[in-house]
């Protein structure tokens, strides 16, 4: 049995994540600002997490083998986070995001064309923080969401105070309602109501993960002692065309797709771009990942049983 912190938690693979290491007898506690109760049993502690004062209050006294932070989006949040935790944990672990790859918020080292990025391509020991950038900007957040994860995990990298993981999560889909992104969403109320889906036209792929294998992955972490950055998704590559493919095959339509002009806006999973991630790490380590061709028509038929449209959510609501 570990002393296990999740910060965040409330819903989605965060939630599925603590109720996966309850069963597995773990000692739970789980970090947020109140606005979900967590599984019965399960110890909850309020504070914002951007309150440094706060958070060293409620966490007055207590300590843990393994933290979890869902939820960590700036390196301000990182710092806080590795001021307070230093010294209270062995291990922290968070949860990071295949944008962080993506080439249209940064410059990356480029990759042969179609090859699965791997972790390297991000170093976060060497990815430069900018701590006086306006992080606490709602809408500069949104709009520096993959960098603000990069800053992050390059923060937790250095602090030095506890061993540090980051699992940089696919596109997550699963779990139906539980799937508040509303992205699969998307797809399966057009193609049910026989609407044009907008993609781009030459559309490259990318890669998923279902939300229960994502909080199967990050259990595994918990109980693992790697360091640094690994990537999360099942195998298999995929673009919008086949995802749109399976929701027709799903709801027995035809689907209907309309190119966007260069620089246009295209749905969700649309990518004008290559970033396509590799789970070679975390397959050498010992994670065994399923085929995204295995579970995602079960993912499709739920989104298409809520038989409604949700709008495209924005990248900072994948991970909770």
């Known amino acids: 049995m570990q002393r296990i912190c999740v910060i965040g938690?409330?819903?989605?693979?965060?939630?599925?994540?603590?109720?996966?290491?309850?069963?597995?007898?773990?000692?739970?506690?789980?970090?947020?600002?109140?606005s979900a109760p967590p599984p019965a049993g399960v110890e909850h502690l309020v504070a914002d997490r951007d309150d440094e004062a706060a958070l060293s209050a409620?966490?007055?006294?207590?300590?843990?083998?393994?933290?979890?932070?869902?939820?960590?989006?700036?390196?301000?949040?990182?710092?806080?986070?590795?001021?307070?935790?230093?010294?209270?944990?062995?291990?922290?672990?968070?949860?990071?995001?295949?944008?962080?790859?993506?080439?249209a918020t940064a410059a990356l080292p480029a990759v042969p064309p179609g090859t699965p990025v791997p972790e390297e391509s991000v170093d976060p020991a060497a990815w430069q923080v900018a701590m006086d950038l306006p992080w606490h900007d709602a809408a500069y957040l949104e709009a520096h969401y993959a960098e603000g994860k990069r800053q992050a995990e390059a923060v937790l990298t250095r602090a030095g105070g506890f061993a540090f993981a980051a699992v940089r999560s696919a596109h997550v889909l699963g779990g139906g309602a539980r799937e508040f992104t509303g992205r699969l969403a998307h797809y399966a109320g057009r193609v049910a109501r026989g609407e044009p889906v907008a993609v781009h036209a030459k559309a490259l792929p990318t890669v998923f993960i279902h939300y229960e294998e994502l909080a199967d992955l990050l259990s595994w972490a918990v109980a693992a002692d790697f360091t640094g950055p690994v990537n999360a998704c099942s195998d298999g590559l995929i673009d919008v065309h086949?995802?749109?493919?399976?929701?027709?095959?799903?709801?027995?339509?035809?689907?209907?797709?309309?190119?966007?002009?260069?620089?246009?806006?295209?749905?969700?999973?649309?990518?004008?771009?290559?970033?396509?991630?590799?789970?070679?790490?975390?397959?050498?380590?010992?994670?065994?990942?399923?085929?995204?061709?295995?579970?995602?028509?079960?993912?499709?038929?739920?989104?298409?049983?809520?038989?409604?449209?949700?709008?495209?959510?924005?990248?900072t609501s994948a991970t909770d």
């Not at 603590?18 to 000692?27: G, K, P």
């Not at 393994?66 to 672990?93: I, K, N």
């Not at 086949?242 to 260069?262: D, I, K, N, S, Y």
């Not at 397959?283 to 995602?296: C, E, M, Q, V, Y």
């Open 9 to 34: 938690g409330s819903r989605y693979f965060g939630r599925l994540l603590v109720e996966r290491l309850q069963a597995a007898n773990h000692q739970v506690t789980v970090l947020n600002r109140g």
């Open 58 to 103: 409620v966490l007055a006294g207590r300590t843990f083998d393994v933290v979890v932070d869902q939820v960590c989006y700036t390196p301000v949040q990182a710092a806080v986070a590795a001021r307070v935790f230093a010294g209270r944990t062995r291990r922290y672990v968070m949860t990071s995001t295949i944008e962080v790859y993506d080439p």
């Open 242 to 315: 086949g995802l749109v493919g399976t929701v027709a095959a799903q709801a027995g339509r035809e689907a209907v797709c309309r190119a966007v002009p260069a620089g246009g806006e295209a749905s969700p999973f649309s990518f004008d771009r290559h970033y396509a991630m590799s789970n070679a790490r975390a397959k050498a380590l010992g994670f065994p990942f399923s085929r995204t061709t295995d579970w995602l028509p079960g993912a499709v038929a739920e989104a298409l049983a809520l038989s409604t449209e949700a709008p495209a959510a924005t990248a």
